[in-house]
């Protein structure tokens, strides 16, 4: 069974076009956790060629340590592209690829396959680059969230509201007060059990308005409440108040280790009375897990 602290940590996941050498820069030069420089929706289908020579020129730039940050999103599976784009980016060694519209482990198990040849050809060490999974972003999606248990190289696995709602027809994917309809929360929901399922890292999906940021803040507290570890951005200005919401407080670090150390203090026992209330196991596993994605487990 994965601990806590086996699981992938990255608070914030920021998007860069591909296209971009300025944007590239931008975003690998602020604080993201993980940089995603995209050849997917970002980038034109005219404009994919040159996008990978610039991806592949970009990364090959940075030091090896540097590119551990920098990921590559790819085009899917059922398209045209997605040899193309690992064959440009692999040889330069980015720290992970992100996967869009996966249907299923039996993408990532072909991705696999993909990624196992070009590390080979390119003397890289086979299996070392990590792969975060879009997985709600096709309707047949939604029903094989729970089936990346096992599935190699994932770390993190996260979801779609707007390529959602093409698929499904809709004309819209949220409601007058501006939250997620029922079947895009229900997505946001899969992800989070999938993730858990799979024992890695569940990353809310990305907020359209990047102005906004004190609804931000309150949407990355909430779904870290919830269990997730990070959050997509599309916009430098959403980096820090990201990284802030998925960073634990000193008063819940605190709270976390008076948890574990009254259960250390009495071995044994399954649940136990703490300031007018009963804790047991489960609480003593949150507390652990909250430990560990704040360095301390």
């Known amino acids: 069974m994965t601990s806590p602290g086996d ?15 300025r944007k590239m820069e931008k975003a690998a030069a602020g604080t993201a956790d993980i940089v995603i420089l995209d050849l997917e929706d970002a980038v034109t289908e005219d404009g994919k060629p040159k996008a990978r020579e610039m991806i592949a020129a970009f990364l090959a730039d940075r030091p090896q340590e540097d590119r551990s940050r920098l ?8 398209g045209p592209h997605t040899l193309a784009d690992l064959a440009a980016v692999i040889p330069a060694r980015p ?17 696999d396959h993909y990624l196992s040849a070009l590390e080979v050809s390119a003397g890289i060490d086979q299996g070392s680059t990590k792969v975060i999974v879009l997985v709600t972003e096709t309707a047949e999606a939604m029903f094989t969230t729970g089936t990346y248990k096992g ?10 509201a707007e390529d959602l709602a093409d698929a499904v027809g809709a004309s819209e994917n949220r409601n ?26 569940a990353v809310e999906t990305i907020q359209g308005d990047f102005r906004d940021l ?13 269990g997730y570890r990070g959050m997509l951005a599309i916009h430098p200005a959403q ?9 634990p407080t000193e008063e819940e670090l605190a709270a976390a280790q008076e948890i ?20 047991d196991r489960p609480h003593l596993a949150r507390a652990q897990a909250l430990l560990a994605s704040g360095g301390r487990g």
């Open 7 to 21: 699981i992938f940590s990255a608070r914030s996941w920021l998007f860069a076009p591909g296209d971009s050498e």
């Open 71 to 78: 990921w590559v999103r790819v085009n899917p599976l059922d």
């Open 95 to 111: 720290g992970g690829i992100m996967l869009p519209k996966s249907r299923g482990r039996q993408d990532v198990e072909l991705l």
């Open 151 to 160: 599935a190699p190289r994932v770390v993190a696995m996260t979801w779609g």
């Open 176 to 201: 007058p007060d501006g939250s997620y309809g029922f079947t895009y929360e229900l997505a946001r929901s899969l992800c989070l059990l999938g993730a858990a399922t799979a024992g890695v890292a």
């Open 214 to 226: 004190e609804s931000l803040r309150r949407r990355a507290e909430k779904v870290r409440r919830d």
């Open 239 to 247: 980096v820090d108040v990201i990284n802030a919401a998925f960073t």
């Open 260 to 279: 574990v150390d009254l259960f250390a203090a009495h071995p044994g026992i399954g649940a136990i009375g703490h300031k007018g209330a009963m804790l």
